[in-house]
T-cell receptor, first 118, second 114 residues
Framework: DTGVSQDPRHKITKRGQNVTFRCDPISEHNRLYWYRQTLGQGPEFLTY????????KSRLLSDRFSAERPKGSFSTLEIQRTEQGDSAMYLC????????????????FGPGTRLTVL | KNQVEQSPQSLIILEGKNCTLQCNYTVSPFSNLRWYKQDTGRGPVSLTI?????NTKSNGRYTATLDADTKQSSLHITASQLSDSASYIC?????????????FGTGTKLQVIP
């Protein structure tokens, strides 16, 4: 396994168009996270899944954003009616969380998808 | 409100020199603290992770320290190399009902020059 992969790496779209990004986590990881990162800032949490269940969504995730992880493996993040403010790097991370008290749930990040909305 | 503050915001050092990056946090209840290295245009890569009971962790030329009483952490880079040029992000996790809420710092941008 080569780690977390994301597709596409770059996406340029016109304002108002819909875009969809894909994330393939490390195969044995049960948790998958989406983050958004703008230039010079740290990543901001968007949402996270444990297996196929979406357990938490940030207030940053407006009605135009939707994420799915239908089979508990890969995930998609769709942005509808894109706006210029959506331009950012979208990062996906995965981790393995067990029930043990020493589980540290380290997140492994993908390379990101850079979205530019014109 | 959970917050993670890093200093300095940016740093330029000569190749071969040492440097120390700082992270202060107000995250509760504390679970663990991680340092990530992020090259420009790429995803973050984990360097170290420390839980409450650990006060130092090394990974090659990177040594992280944690003082859970003062809620401070530092990342010390020894004998810097040009490839160390990147942003270094401090990430603190809080335990919340069986899963962890993660707070990212804004990072320290390090530039190593020859």
């Amino acid at each position: 396994d080569t780690g977390v992969s994301q597709d596409p790496r770059h996406k340029i779209t016109k304002r108002g168009q819909n875009v969809t990004f894909r994330c393939d986590p490390i195969s044995e990881h049960n948790r998958l996270y989406w983050y958004r990162q703008t230039l010079g800032q740290g990543p901001e949490f968007l949402t996270y899944f444990q297996n196929e269940a979406q357990l938490e969504k940030s207030r940053l995730l407006s009605d135009r954003f939707s994420a799915e992880r239908p089979k508990g493996s890969f995930s998609t993040l769709e942005i509808q009616r894109t706006e210029q403010g959506d331009s950012a790097m979208y990062l996906c991370a995965s981790s393995f969380r067990d029930r043990g008290p020493q589980s540290t749930d380290t997140q492994y990040f993908g390379p990101g998808t850079r979205l530019t909305v014109l | 409100k959970n917050q993670v503050e890093q200093s300095p915001q940016s740093l330029i050092i000569l190749e071969g020199k040492n440097c120390t990056l700082q992270c202060n946090y107000t995250v509760s209840p504390f679970s663990n603290l991680r340092w990530y290295k992020q090259d420009t245009g790429r995803g973050p890569v984990s360097l170290t992770i420390m839980t409450f009971s650990e006060n130092t962790k090394s990974n090659g030329r990177y040594t992280a320290t944690l003082d859970a009483d003062t809620k401070q952490s530092s990342l010390h880079i020894t004998a810097s190399q040009l490839s160390d040029s990147a942003s270094y992000i401090c990430v603190v996790s809080a335990s919340a009902g069986g899963y962890q809420k993660v707070t990212f710092g804004t990072g320290t941008k390090l530039q190593v020059i020859p």
